[in-house]
């Protein structure tokens, strides 16, 4: 089983105090309110969701999973995140040990692990240190009493992997219903409007579904957006579908400290269009 690598220290690591923790995040001024209401209709494939200690961006992050609680709850997560630490050596990595947290147990997939370890390896030990998939964990817990999950790292964010992984999750969650979240912050440790500015560069590209014209912003510009790859497979699974921005916050929103040193957040969702 894959044991917390960072609960105390983004997040609480007493149950009680991780689920007001969690719920805090929803009634915060930058959050979204708590969801109103279990929904069944089904339409978001893909989302974006920011990754650092729950303080700085679970208010963000909790504007994703409002929608995807009230959108309607998935038979499968599947979270990507971006590698932190080198530990996948370049390549894209499963985890297909279960995930414990403060809140219990979530489970991982392990039919979707084994179809998909035709094509990337299973290395528990990659994922032992990361956080930005971690951390989306209690949050799925939050909204799902019963979730299950396949995580994956990037250790290679390029266009190539990004499309690579997308087609593997296509065909390994056929006949699931399935939301691919991406894990990522936007700029990292720049004036807060400089990160204004080129985080909406790079929002603009996403709220255009235009994947190839996200990599142009991100490379040409040098953004410091850690899950860029996660980001444009999200996209690229989710394919045709409408994205919807919830929100985008910087670390100064929510601490009021460094104005001259922000990381920015982000969240959204891609959904089917209504038939």
């Given at each position: 089983m894959?044991?917390p690598?960072?609960?105390g220290?983004f997040y609480?690591d007493?149950p ?10 929803f009634q915060?001024?930058l959050?979204?309110?708590?969801p109103?209401?279990t929904g069944?209709s089904?339409r978001?494939?893909g ?7 729950y303080m700085?961006s679970?208010m963000t992050?909790?504007?994703?999973y409002?929608a ?5 709850l998935p038979?499968?997560y599947?979270i990507i995140?971006?590698?932190h630490?080198?530990?996948?050596m370049?390549?894209t990595v499963l985890?297909s040990?279960?995930?414990a ?5 979530c489970?991982?997939?392990?039919e979707?692990c084994?179809?998909?370890a ?8 990659a994922?032992?240190?990361e956080?930005?998939?971690e951390v989306?964990?209690p949050?799925?817990q939050y909204?799902?009493?019963?979730p299950?999950i396949?995580a ?5 964010q390029?266009p ?5 992984l997308?087609?593997?999750?296509k ?9 691919v979240?991406?894990s ?6 720049i004036?807060?409007?400089?990160a204004a ?7 603009d ?19 410091s957006?850690?899950g860029?790859?996660p980001?444009?497979t ?6 045709g579908?409408v994205?919807?921005?919830l929100?985008?916050?910087d670390s100064y ?5 460094d104005?001259?040193?922000v990381?920015g957040?982000?969240s959204a969702v891609?959904?089917?269009g209504?038939v």
């Amino acid at each position: 089983m894959r044991q917390p690598a960072v609960a105390g220290r983004f997040y609480p690591d007493d149950p009680e105090d991780l689920e007001r923790m969690i719920a805090w995040c929803f009634q915060h001024r930058l959050g979204p309110g708590l969801p109103e209401r279990t929904g069944d209709s089904r339409r978001i494939l893909g989302a974006m969701a920011p990754h650092a200690g729950y303080m700085c961006s679970g208010m963000t992050a909790a504007r994703t999973y409002r929608a995807l609680k009230e959108d309607g709850l998935p038979e499968l997560y599947v979270i990507i995140g971006p590698d932190h630490y080198g530990t996948a050596m370049g390549r894209t990595v499963l985890c297909s040990e279960d995930f414990a947290t403060p809140l219990g147990v979530c489970r991982t997939d392990r039919e979707v692990c084994a179809r998909l370890a035709g094509r990337f390896p299973d290395s528990p030990r990659a994922h032992a240190r990361e956080h930005a998939v971690e951390v989306q964990v209690p949050f799925i817990q939050y909204i799902d009493p019963d979730p299950r999950i396949v995580a994956i790292t990037m250790g290679d964010q390029s266009p190539a992997c990004a499309v690579e992984l997308a087609e593997a999750l296509k065909e390994a969650c056929s006949g699931r219903d399935t939301v691919v979240i991406a894990s990522t912050d936007m700029s990292h440790y720049i004036p807060k409007e400089d990160a204004a500015r080129l985080d909406g560069m790079v929002l603009d590209e996403v709220s255009r579904m235009d994947v190839q014209g996200m990599y142009g912003v991100v490379y040409g510009n040098r953004v410091s957006m850690c899950g860029y790859g996660p980001t444009a497979t999200a996209m690229l699974f989710s394919e045709g579908c409408v994205p919807r921005m919830l929100g985008h916050t910087d670390s100064y929103d929510a601490l009021g400290m460094d104005p001259g040193a922000v990381v920015g957040y982000a969240s959204a969702v891609f959904e089917r269009g209504q038939v």
